[in-house]
């Protein structure tokens, strides 16, 4: 019996416990460099889901002496 109490409390316990990344955290994108959009730009790549399953895109950092050929 107390078997299952335990197992009841437990089962309680971690109902009641919020995960640990909420909706809270993916309902918006928080920043000058992310953007929520369908379809992320060549120079974008996507991080998460924004709340209305739009893409969260941040923009790519591009190092300048690897562009240069010459």
């Known amino acids: 019996m107390r078997v299952l109490l335990c197992i009841l409390g437990v089962l309680a316990l971690l109902s009641t416990v919020p995960p640990a990344r909420s909706f809270a955290f993916n309902s918006r994108c928080s ?28 923009i790519k950092k591009v190092d300048l002496n690897k562009r240069k050929k010459w």
């Open 31 to 58: 920043s000058l460099y992310h953007k929520c959009r369908m379809k992320c730009n060549h120079d974008e790549y996507s991080v998460r889901y924004c709340s209305d399953s739009s893409i969260c895109c941040r």
